[in-house]
């Protein structure tokens, strides 16, 4: 069943993935307003105990300590053990409420970050302000997606909000 599970949640974070870079393409001006917007606006984000945050002053963004681009050996250092472990990813399960999957290159370095928040987690994740520096507006039945490339940066931020009766909120940072 584990197995199975897994295998539905890497589909899903793969799918993800694919509908971020399709909705992030290079010419989106609205993209590249928004991400300076976010460089101006991440002093205001949440405390610093916020698992999804940029530091004060920085548009550079991490979870846990974790950035784009670092090696597997000290996201593991920082993260602990993963639940699931191999040479191109990584899955952890902080609580049964929170869960991360970290995606790395044939180098080891990180090149996507993707976090899911459940249950409980759903009232202490990260607001799409806290994480694209700007709200985004709900679609009709209360899901949210948006998604912003940060090409200075390197990256691509995408945040997503099922709604129903097991909302979930992801996160997910992308190497472009």
Known sequence: MYLFGRSIL??????FIFVTLLVSTPGNSFAQSTAKKVAETTAANKAADTP?????????WA??????????????????????KSDDQDL??????ELAQVYYDANHSITAIS????????TKAPTPKDVLGEDARPNADGSIFKSVRFPKAGYT?????TSGDSPSVSITFQKI
Do not use: C, N, Q, W
């Open 10 to 15: 890497v589909a899903v974070s793969f799918l």
């Open 52 to 60: 999804v945050a940029a530091p004060a002053g920085s548009s550079h």
């Open 63 to 84: 979870y846990r300590k974790v950035t784009i681009g670092m090696k597997a050996d000290e996201a593991r250092k920082t993260l602990g053990d993963p639940k699931d």
């Open 92 to 97: 952890y399960l902080f609580t049964d409420d």
């Open 115 to 122: 976090i899911t928040y459940y249950k409980d987690m759903i």
């Open 157 to 161: 931020v995408s945040y997503s909000k």
